[in-house]
């Protein structure tokens, strides 16, 4: 009977330096938890944080196609019109906010015998967009219109602010997009009852 008793003492003796491994590996445990927690919130945030940033730049680049999409299939519009789209087409943005949304339409057109030399025919801004004076020099891509030819220009340009790391990122980000689209049918689209010239 002593003989057991003293061959448990060894063994608890024994096991003794395991119990204090395994409590100090249970306390590294929460140690390694505690410190890998803040870290998976901020990846977690910094997702969500970009997908939504992702999805308002898709919006930004429907809102610059549908505009000229709606703005392409006219012969004609009036300057009430073009409000009206515009209106229209900030609904597109939902539910980000509109008030960052800046646009503008330019009807360009090309020279009867140069195809490089582009100029504005009529341009409309809303909320903030660029505008620019008629006949002015206006520079295209390579291959967008033939001589003669017009071509609506969209422009779309969107301040982003973050809306979970607004304290860390403090300057908005700019989401811009631009579209081409040659009116449908006809040459170029009337503004207020005025024509396009195309220069010679």
């Not at 033939?146 to 304290?167: C, H, L, N, R, W």
């Amino acid at each position: 009977m002593g003989k057991s008793r003293r061959m448990a003492h060894h063994l608890r003796h024994a096991l003794r330096p395991a119990g204090r491994f395994w409590s100090n590996r249970k306390g590294i445990a929460s140690i390694e938890f505690a410190a890998t927690v803040p870290l998976m919130v901020m990846l977690f945030i910094g997702i969500v944080e970009f997908s939504q940033a992702l999805t308002v730049d898709r919006r930004v680049n429907q809102v610059a196609s549908s505009t000229a999409d709606l703005i392409a299939r006219t012969e004609s519009t009036t300057t009430g019109e073009l409000n009206g789209i515009m209106n229209i087409i900030e609904e597109l943005m939902r539910p980000y906010s509109q008030s960052p949304l800046k646009l503008s339409v330019t009807n360009v057109i090309a020279s009867t015998s140069d195809e490089t030399n582009t100029v504005v025919c009529w341009s409309h801004p809303h909320n903030g967009g660029a505008t620019y004076a008629k006949d002015a020099s206006f520079t295209l891509p390579s291959g967008i219109v033939g001589k003669g030819e017009s071509v609506v220009v969209v422009e779309a340009k969107y301040d982003y602010t973050p809306q979970i790391f607004s304290y860390f990122i403090t300057s908005a980000i700019q989401f811009t997009d631009t579209f081409y689209l040659k009116p449908r049918i006809s040459s170029s689209i009337e503004l207020d009852n005025v024509k396009c010239s195309a220069p010679a």
